[in-house]
């Protein structure tokens, strides 16, 4: 699988690891960087490029990492078509893929051990998007607001 990941300084360290062993489970890893560490780097120079990156490469997957992920995953979700998740835990990380089909998992490298977030990465990168028609029904509504700011009908 193609895995576009990017961050910043505060996730440098857990970015570089999982570049390594993303790519040694086999996945072309395209690390938008940064690939140097910097304090005074800023995430969306490197989050927005790998969120491009998924939304231009169907079927590709999307990591997003920072200091708590909170501000990569809003960032994430200002690029056209990504749907952006925040995971804290397996559970997240596996729902947000089953029921939202999130594009891209946001981590932030100073919440978790390296171990944890490998098992939400890995979470993340094991479960599809379920289908179900509830599921994609509210993908669908959310798309169209995004597009054309329509509303969905109150029942």
């Not at 895995?3 to 570049?19: C, F, K, S, T, Y």
């Not at 559970?91 to 939202?100: D, G, I, K, S, V």
Request: proline share 5%.
């Amino acid at each position: 699988m193609r895995i576009h990941i990017g961050g910043d300084h505060a996730a440098h360290e857990l970015q570089r690891d999982l570049v390594s062993w993303l790519g040694d489970q086999g996945h072309e890893v395209l690390d938008h960087g940064p690939h140097d560490y910097d304090a005074l780097d800023d995430y969306p120079v490197y989050v927005l490029r790998a969120a491009e990156g998924v939304a231009a490469d169907p079927g590709s997957l999307g990591i997003v990492l920072g200091g708590s992920g909170n501000g990569e995953q809003m960032a994430a979700n200002k690029v056209a078509g990504i749907r952006a998740a925040l995971a804290c835990s397996r559970e997240l990380a596996t729902l947000a893929r089953q029921h939202n089909d999130a594009q891209v998992v946001s981590l932030g490298a100073r919440m978790h051990t390296l171990e944890e977030a490998r098992e939400i990465v890995a979470a993340f990168l094991d479960t599809p998007f379920s289908g179900d028609e509830r599921h994609q029904r509210r993908i669908d509504m959310m798309s169209r607001y995004a597009a054309d700011g329509t509303l969905p009908p109150v029942p």
